[in-house]
């Protein structure tokens, strides 16, 4: 495992003399003469000649002197429990939350999902940087599976998901978890139960449920108004979709449409939810399981797959499509270097972003065994994509190859990637961290 950091603190390193040795894969070398609390995770300890060197323990609990390019991702520490398809949000002040998930993604197994809450506290993130893993309380609820994590009226809520993967016993819980101080209270339901929905702030947008025995969409957004969730409009943005917020609202892409054989094809449209949902200009290219992300002034869509006519257990390739949007409008910026899908991206606070994790095939939300996720990083820097490993080697920018990493920001700080689907429908339990750029 490679461990590499991103740092944007420039203070000089005492002894910095001693760290001139690394290696070819890693640029890691072991420091015997340097100390470090083992409850601090990795320490960002500034740069020198343009190089990030920082100090902290290995996967093999060593400690470990890091050099590393910017535009790199640090290891932290590890979740208490491997997840995948939980929920990540930013909570201020350096801290972030992951809750729900499961062990596994693998709906012939019908994992059933934790109540664990983690609670990753980032700061100081000035000259260094600390952070330990705790479980917070879990008592309001059972664990869930699918479920957004997102900031409304100031409350952290947790909203939605199933209590299973399998298929048969999947029903989406309209139900909200308000966070708060490391304790958990019921909050405001929803109209309808919800399960691989997304969320931004008051407004929450399509998912999935199951009745009487059938596969149910959820063809309608909702706002947090008052203190209780109302409908706000119909979408057709219901699975597989991407959002990011912008100038126009909560902008709602792409997604998978489904018909009544139970084949599903992407489709190109977008909604704006701001009070109520509008039409927004569509995507260049028909897309599902994308990803999208807020870069400002800007917002960026990438990869998915744009496929027709799938079954569900078809195994699609993936695009290398990257499209901009700005002024209500998508521009092509493609194509990235490699094609992803069910990856996340990460913004770094001046315009670029890394593009994280994926598979080059997808299988629905699912991961099939025969498919081994990207543990490479992809540099947006402006105009174009950039490739920060060889994507068919173990040299990795994420701590663990994973599809569906969770991810959350905080300006000014920094976002963590939490957590995915490793190789054989496997969770992960990495904790990785990307500072902010000034």
């Known amino acids: 495992m490679i461990l590499v950091l991103l740092a944007c603190n420039g203070s000089e390193v005492e002894g910095i003399e001693l760290l001139e040795a690394r290696n070819q894969l890693g640029l890691v070398r072991s420091m015997d003469e340097i100390t470090v609390d083992r409850e601090d995770g990795v320490r960002v300890d500034g740069w020198i000649d343009g190089e990030i060197v920082a100090v902290g323990r290995g996967p093999d609990d060593t400690e470990v002197v890091l050099f590393a390019e910017l535009g790199r991702i640090a290891w932290l520490d590890d979740l208490e429990e491997s997840r995948t398809l939980g929920a990540a949000v930013s909570i201020g002040e350096g801290r972030f939350l992951y809750g729900g998930g499961a062990s596994r993604a693998d709906e012939a197994e019908g994992e059933t999902a934790v109540r ?122 219901v699975f597989g979709h991407a959002g990011a917020e912008t100038a126009d609202g909560f902008l709602v892409c792409g997604g998978a449409a489904f018909n009544s054989q139970g084949q599903w094809t992407p489709t190109s449209g977008c909604d704006a939810v701001d009070a109520q949902v509008s039409h927004a200009d569509d995507l260049p290219q028909a897309l599902a399981f994308g990803a999208m992300a807020d870069l400002g002034d800007t917002a960026l869509f990438t990869g998915g797959t744009a496929s027709t006519d799938n079954t569900q257990w078809e195994l699609v390739p993936a695009s290398d499509a990257a499209y901009l949007y700005e002024d209500g409008a998508w521009t092509e910026v493609g194509p990235m270097q490699v094609p992803r899908a069910q990856h996340t991206i990460v913004p770094l606070g001046d315009g670029r972003a890394l593009v994280v994790g994926g598979v080059s095939e997808l299988q629905l939300e699912l991961l099939s065994e025969d498919v081994i996720p990207y543990s490479c990083a992809e540099l947006w820097n402006g105009s174009s994509f950039e490739l920060l490993d060889d994507c068919s080697e173990l040299i990795s920018s994420l701590p663990e190859p994973a599809a569906f990493p969770r991810a959350a920001t905080e300006e000014g700080v920094g976002s963590v990637l939490i957590g995915g689907t490793r190789l054989h429908a496997a969770a992960a339990r990495q904790v990785g961290f990307v500072p902010w750029t000034p």
């Not at 600390?130 to 879990?138: I, P």
């Not at 407004?203 to 059938?214: D, I, K, M, Q």
């Open 116 to 237: 664990l809450f983690d609670l990753f506290d980032g700061t100081p993130m000035d000259s260094s940087l600390s952070g330990a893993l705790t479980v917070a309380d879990d008592t309001a609820t059972g664990g869930r599976i699918g479920l957004t994590a997102h900031v409304a009226d100031g409350r952290v809520l947790f909203s939605g998901g199933a209590p299973d993967i399998g298929m048969g016993e999947e029903t989406a819980a309209a139900s909200t978890v308000i966070w708060e101080d490391g304790e958990t209270r019921l909050g405001p339901p929803m109209t309808i139960g919800r399960a691989h929905h997304i969320a931004s702030g008051r407004a929450v947008v399509g998912g999935r449920t199951l009745g009487g025995g059938e596969m149910l969409f959820r063809a309608t957004a909702e706002e947090l108004q008052g203190g209780a969730f109302v409908e706000v409009g119909a979408t057709e943005r």
